[in-house]
């Protein structure tokens, strides 16, 4: 079992920054691969960003590039999303997610077995 808990939400103007983090506990945490997702109100759960379990491989969603940065600190057992120049659409709940380190990244959420709670991110027009 992994948990995960994310923190580093909150309200923010269009055109600001936040950092999100994602700190896991439980089994190792090296092993495994860590996604963030985001779902807004009425959407499905979409993908933002992945990172491997070395930190040698990331993913992110087209919207987000060069935008979004994410990296780990396995030391820490944590897992930050910077997300500067935030939009609107950029809105909603964040969940960070774990799943065993296999091949590439995965961007899928139906792969990821643990989830954290979520934390909201609002950016005002």
């Known amino acids: 079992q992994v948990q995960l808990v994310e923190s580093g939400g909150g309200l923010v103007q269009a055109g600001g920054s936040l950092r999100l983090s994602c700190v896991t506990s439980?089994?190792?945490?090296?092993?495994?691969?860590i996604g963030w997702f985001r779902q807004a109100p009425g959407k499905e759960r979409e993908f933002v960003a992945a990172?491997?379990?070395?930190?040698?491989?990331?993913a992110y969603k087209d919207s987000v590039k060069g935008r979004f940065t994410i990296s780990r600190d396995n030391a820490k057992k944590t897992v930050y999303l910077q997300m500067n120049s935030l939009k609107p659409e950029d809105t909603a709940v964040y969940y960070c997610a774990a799943t065993p380190g296999v091949l590439a990244v995965k961007t899928v959420h139906s792969e990821y077995n643990y989830w954290g709670q979520g934390t909201q991110v609002t950016v005002s027009s």
């Open positions: 439980g089994r190792t945490f090296s092993p495994y691969d």
């Open positions: 990172i491997r379990e070395t930190g040698g491989s990331t």
